[in-house]
T-cell receptor
Framework: GQQVQQSPASLVLQEGENAELQCNFS?????MQWFYQRPGGSLVSLFY???GTKHSGRLTSTTVIKERRSSLHISSSQTTDSGTYLC???????????FGSGTQLTVMP | AQTIHQWPVAEIKAVGSPLSLGCTIK??????LYWYWQATGGTLQQLFY??????VESVVQLNLSASRPKDDQFILSTEKLLLSHSGFYLC???????????FGKGTRLTVV
């Protein structure tokens, strides 16, 4: 079965609203990363967060290993936040980074 | 200074033609190296990884091969392209003993 599940698949917000993106995993976690994927395909690294909570500006990432989930919170969304957000995990003892299928975020003005 | 450089930025190739994509990592000693691929509208998949020169492990079979001829260089290739090879290819690296992965800007491949 799928080891990484992202939700929601898509999300539409009004500017100023908050967004909560989820990543659930079914395997033991070694590391968790969050990326923003530009329309051209390149990745912008947002967080490396194997456990706990990290903040960067309006973004917050929280990974709870025992609950097998990681979240990305975007506060006071802006139109420039629109795009695809990906989570990726590496399980213990593996060289493979497994990506979720992404959340397509649209922030309307 | 750019740490990871991928080439070319984009390619349009004919079915059945050969392919070579490259990636160079500068300023990092003996990094772990990775190739990823994403079909249009699809999920990013890891194709290969390498932890040392001359040693490459396959993760997903896509009729592609990879080589690491130098410590800082990773090559993805095939002798005969298929339509299904179209997509976006990303090279990445991580430090020895570390799990955070850093990505290049990618190569967009269109097979016609």
């Amino acid at each position: 079965g799928q080891q990484v599940q992202q939700s929601p698949a898509s999300l539409v917000l009004q500017e100023g609203e908050n967004a909560e993106l989820q990543c659930n995993f079914s395997t033991s976690l070694n590391s968790m990363q969050w990326f923003y994927q530009r329309p051209g395909g390149s990745l912008v690294s947002l967080f490396y967060n194997p456990s706990g909570t990290k903040h960067s500006g309006r973004l917050t990432s929280t990974t709870v290993i025992k609950e097998r989930r990681s979240s990305l919170h975007i506060s006071s969304s802006q139109t420039t936040d629109s795009g695809t957000y990906l989570c990726a995990l590496r399980s213990s003892g593996s060289w493979q980074l497994i990506f979720g299928s992404g959340t397509q975020l649209t922030v309307m003005p | 200074a750019q740490t990871i450089h991928q080439w070319p930025v984009a390619e349009i190739k004919a079915v059945g033609s050969p392919l070579s994509l490259g990636c160079t990592i500068k300023g990092k000693s003996s990094p772990n190296l990775y190739w990823y691929w994403q079909a249009t509208g699809g999920t990013l998949q890891q194709l290969f990884y390498s932890i040392t020169v001359g040693q490459v492990e396959s993760v997903v079979q896509l009729n592609l091969s990879a080589s690491r001829p130098k410590d800082d260089q990773f090559i993805l290739s095939t002798e005969k392209l298929l339509l299904s090879h179209s997509g976006f290819y990303l090279c990445a690296w991580s430090l020895r003993g570390d799990t955070e992965v850093f990505f290049g800007k990618g190569t967009r491949l269109t097979v016609v």
